[in-house]
């Protein structure tokens, strides 16, 4: 079977301090934070009952912070990591500064934080990204750091 070959970055190619601006916006329809809502469990009113949301601090509904966090990795997956991660190792620092609401159209950028080369996993780095996301108003709406697993770049094997 032929594989394509992976489209993100390999762990050489991942400097701290590089910024990567997402291609892909979205703008957050109601169906998206429905389905996402009815996917993971999720009954809270906040993102499903408008008039319950009316009367909070918000006073309308407001996007699942889930799905704000998922939406806002997922869009530089193509650019960073399609291929060439073997898993994110976890999430540090996750913050919401404003609400995403039904509507908005988010961007998202990722920095590279910092990188250094697996101890336990010859053929592998571990790099600290920190993506944020930012609605149509330039507005931080999420910020997350995370550490993923990278592959290094094959070595060419000599004839």
Same mark, same amino acid.
């Given at each position: 079977m032929?594989h394509?070959?992976p489209? +993100?970055k390999?762990?050489?190619e =991942?400097?701290? !301090?590089d910024i990567f601006?997402?291609?892909?916006?979205r703008t @957050? #329809?109601?169906a998206?934070?429905?389905?996402?809502?009815?996917l993971?469990h999720?009954p809270?009113?906040?993102?499903?009952?408008?008039?319950?949301?009316?009367?909070?601090m918000f006073?309308?509904r407001?996007?699942n912070?889930?799905?704000?966090?998922g939406?806002?990795v +997922?869009?530089g997956?193509n650019? =960073?990591t399609? !291929?060439t991660?073997l898993?994110n190792?976890?999430?540090?620092? @996750? #913050?919401?500064?404003k609400?995403v609401r039904?509507g908005?159209?988010l961007?998202?950028e990722?920095?590279?934080?910092?990188?250094r080369?697996?101890k336990?996993r010859?053929?592998?780095?571990?790099?600290?990204?920190?993506?944020?996301g930012?609605n149509?108003?330039?507005?931080?709406?999420a910020?997350?750091?995370r550490?993923?697993?990278?592959?290094c770049?094959?070595?060419e094997v000599?004839p």
């Open positions: 032929i394509p070959p489209q +993100g390999y762990f050489e =991942l400097t701290p !301090g601006r997402h291609a892909i916006t @957050v #329809t109601d998206d934070n429905m389905l996402f809502c009815a993971t999720n809270q009113p906040l993102h499903l009952d408008e008039e319950f949301a009316r009367g909070t006073g309308s407001i996007v912070s889930i799905y704000t966090l939406l806002i +997922g869009v997956v650019e =960073l399609l !291929g991660t898993g190792l976890g999430f540090g620092e @996750v #913050t919401f500064p609400p039904i908005d159209t961007r998202a990722t920095e590279v934080i910092s990188r080369e697996s336990s010859p053929g592998t780095g571990i790099v600290e990204f920190e993506t944020r930012y149509q108003h330039d507005e931080l709406v910020r997350a750091r550490q993923a697993l990278m592959r770049r094959p070595r000599d």
